[in-house]
């Protein structure tokens, strides 16, 4: 699938929000009666319950992914939540400013955000992140978020590896978790959204320029998330933080 979508409106009370979300990527402005199974467009966006979606031709009337903003199962609702599982170890207890150069679907952003860290966030795709931007706007409405007066992380649009060569001053952590080739069955949502990402932005095949370009730029650390499966990105690391079908490679300065 090529970036090439069209941008959808049910009715007319989100008219105005379609029509500048298909200037911006310069998409086709379709109204969803006019669509058929015929249609060119593989993907679509849509304001639909009061958030930004990606769908496709099976969700057009009703379903379709967003960027999810509350915690995944098993992760803590509190704010700072505990430093505790594998990625916050990787990350390290004592990091304070960080990078997600590789930001996707935004879920580790947003878990290390509620963490307590100081998050800013790169994504090259205009699609995903039209998607994040929306997901970060419903996040500043939360009302922990509200009466702690705290800003949602930062998102830099573009090539991670020539902003990362453009930074005013370097962070603690760059972390990068980028797309490697599937290897093994996935389940039926993690499938979807993973697919639908692959679909948008193609694997990573600039995997190892990314990790050097994090490596010059990074304070003290760079953080790889990778398949079990997948060889080290950075060669040798200096730590690894293992778990069931991922690990974590770290590597310090």
């Not at 390290?92 to 150069?101: E, H, P, R, V, W």
């Not at 760059?174 to 949502?189: E, H, N, S, V």
């Amino acid at each position: 699938m090529s970036e090439k979508g069209a941008v959808v409106y049910a009715d007319d009370s989100v008219l105005s929000a379609s029509q500048a979300l298909a200037e911006r990527l310069a998409w086709p402005l379709l109204a969803l009666p006019d669509l058929s199974a015929e249609s060119p467009q593989a993907c679509f966006l849509c304001y639909r319950d009061g958030c930004l979606k990606l769908l496709d031709k099976q969700t057009l009337k009703k379903g379709g992914l967003i960027v999810e903003i509350d915690p995944r199962p098993g992760e803590q609702h509190s704010y700072p939540a505990p430093k505790k599982d594998l990625l916050a170890q990787a990350i390290g207890k004592k990091t304070k400013s960080l990078i997600d150069a590789t930001t996707g679907w935004a879920q580790d952003s947003l878990a290390l955000f509620r963490m307590g860290y100081e998050v800013q966030c790169i994504e090259r795709s205009p699609v995903m992140a039209e998607l994040i931007k929306d997901g970060f706007q419903r996040l500043a409405q939360k009302d922990w978020m509200k009466n702690r007066q705290l800003q949602t992380p930062t998102l830099m649009v573009g090539n991670a590896i020539e902003l990362l060569g453009g930074l005013s001053e370097a962070p603690d952590c760059i972390y990068l978790d980028p797309m490697f080739p599937p290897k093994r069955k996935q389940t039926a949502a993690t499938r979807k959204s993973m697919a639908i990402l692959r679909d948008i932005l193609g694997d990573d095949l600039d995997r190892a320029d990314l990790f050097a370009a994090a490596w010059r730029a990074t304070g003290k650390r760079v953080v790889v998330k990778s398949p079990d499966y997948a060889e080290p990105l950075g060669g040798k690391p200096s730590e690894s933080y293992q778990g069931k079908l991922l690990r974590y490679d770290v590597y310090l300065k």
